[in-house]
């Protein structure tokens, strides 16, 4: 725990201007971003008498080793850099939202030749057209199944349409008149994309011209006495009507606006907001957070502006923006938002009428939100922290262990031998923080000289980021670190953690409080040599044991056994759980990998396309291996000491064995088979 005025800036250093500043730790890493409308009041209120701060104020006052400032023209250019800085570096004390489920969205692809019309979720792709985002994807698929009737736009995907091109032939949709079937030129590009932007601007509440449209066409059919065009138009107009009221009338008076409501107690926030587009609710969204830094409720509500709008631009920003309280001061984040949007927005409080009444809506179903929030186990503040301090205790730890990495070796009797490195900050995953290693010094089963590798590499790199830094001394020489592989995460997530000289993440140089490993005494005795050969002693590390879930210390005789319904022992239990998925998922792609490894996948030098190119050429294996050298350089690309590596590749490699029909245990000679087999193999590699 440090003290703040250990770091306190001199009388007179701060300026007197709008700006942004940051708060660092000891390891450099930026805890906290903030924006003031005039610096030195704001950073002298944090260097009081700590009895006197917020206690989560109080937290990260004695967490930081540094300040820093940067000073800006005007409010609305704090504004931007503090989201920026906020988005870049990760803080662990400013608020971050969270979405509580992954809202889908009705997208049409206007940056393709066709565009298509689908459900799409995750993050906003440029030239797409978004709508929504809704609560369910089913809701999305009515109405659009309902809308296809007028506007047959394309739904099918790239594959199916490709395919439909090369056969001549259209899917069910176009045969049913649901699609209009770009894919066999029914129509051309340019009609087609009329037809999707015909279908936007109805999304987009411009509904009155296409259905007047509808009418009139109708009476004219119905004049000229053609009832089965007449009939067809008049069921458009009712699938038409009945999308519409999907979406019911909230404002009579056709407004565009995005109302946010807040429900919030002393440790979390939830956030609810509606999007009405044409005075209907075309979509909903909400968040929740960890009130990590003391903050109210105008404060709450500018930071849900920030990650709403933070990324939009034109009209995907309503001209109205309803909140329960206006930030402060409330003109500089309404002026960012106009400047976001292109034009003027209204930023306020609905104060009577119909917009209030929609207002206690939204804020029934923020209480909902945050009702639902807490029962989830994971996501409790109070019980993550408890599960913290049961850990500490049961290991005698000085404090509870912020930072927990665990490792875990994963082989298939001996072979493909890997591991992983999982890391729990707050007692939440952070996947970005993840690392996957190959064993390489040695072949075979043991578990335990695996463990001591890993756990020296992953050490050894931190030492080595401290060097760099002038913190410490040289450490010794190894390069094994330099056979990690990154993770592949599943979706993208913000730095956190090591970072340089600008405060960007580095990968090894944050040290955990605690290392686990998945295993019993050998494997802790393990790590913990590995420590002490790099001179680390201010890192704990203990083993958790499958059988019967037992804690093990490294200079204990005895396991240390917690209770089955400690909430200590179900984050371990976690930590371990993860580390042993991450680990099992990277052996078993490595060995799938190895598995399918064909002859030519062994020839130096030849990459995936020529690859691909001479099973195209010769149309199998069996017909490429009978060829000459001659033969072989006849393909585009390859030379003749490529084919003579090729040719002497396949004359040593055993040929493969005959396909059999398992249905009926014939042999299958076909070599279009056997092409068709080579392809996929070199194909999945």
Known sequence: MADPS?????????PDSPGV?????????????????????RLSSYFQDLANLHPRTR?????????????????????????????EFDPRFNVKYRDDKSYPSLAVTLNEEFPRVQVMRGPKKKGVRYFGPYGH???????????????????????????SAQIGRPCLLGYIGKCSAPCVSRVTAEEHRRLAEEFCDFMAGRTGTYLRRLEQQMQEAAEEMEYERAARLRDDIGALKRAMEKNAVVLADATDADLIAIAEDELEAAVQIFHVRGGRVRGQRGWVTDKVEAVDTAGLVEHALQQLYGEEKGDAVPKEVLVPALPEPAEPVAQWLGDRRGSRVDLRIPQRGDKKDLMATVARNAQQALALHKTKRASDLTTRSRALEEIAEALELDSAPL???????????????????????DGLARKSEYRRFQIKSFAGQDDVRAMHEVVGRRFRRYLQEKTDTGEWGPPPEDDAERSTEPAEHPEPAAPAGPVDESGKPKRFAYPPQLVVV???????????????????DDVAVCGLAKRLEEVWLPDDEDPVVLPRSSEGLYLLQR?????????????RGKRAKSMKAGPLDTVPGLGESRRQALLKHFGSLKRLRAATVEQICEVPGVG??????????????????????????????????????????GTDR
């Open 137 to 163: 994807a089913w809701a999305i698929r009515e109405t659009v199944d309902l809308m296809l009737r007028v506007f047959p736009v394309r739904t099918c995907s790239a594959g199916v349409f490709k395919r």
């Open 403 to 425: 930072r927990i990495e665990c490792f875990d070796i994963s082989h298939l009797q001996g072979e493909d031998v890997v591991a992983s490195m999982v890391v729990f900050e």
């Open 59 to 87: 937290t990260m006052v004695t967490t930081a080793a540094a300040v820093e400032w940067t000073v800006v023209s005007t409010e609305v250019e704090a504004l931007q850099l503090e989201y920026s800085w906020i988005k």
């Open 640 to 681: 003749r000491k490529t084919a003579e590596t090729v040719a002497a590749a396949l004359a040593t490699a055993a040929p493969a064995a005959p396909a059999v029909n398992t249905a009926t245990g014939e042999i299958i000679e076909d070599e279009t088979a056997s092409a068709v087999s080579s392809s996929t193999r």
């Open 518 to 536: 998945d295993g019993g005494r050998p494997q802790v005795a393990a790590a913990k040599r590995a420590l002490d050969e790099l001179g680390i």
């Open 6 to 14: 250990s770091y306190r800036p001199k009388p007179g250093q701060i």
């Open 21 to 41: 500043y940051k708060f660092r730790d000891e390891h450099g890493r930026v805890i906290y971003v903030g924006k003031a409308k005039s610096l030195r009041p």
């Open 575 to 587: 930590v371990r759980d993860e580390a042993h998925r991450f680990a099992i998922t990277y052996q």
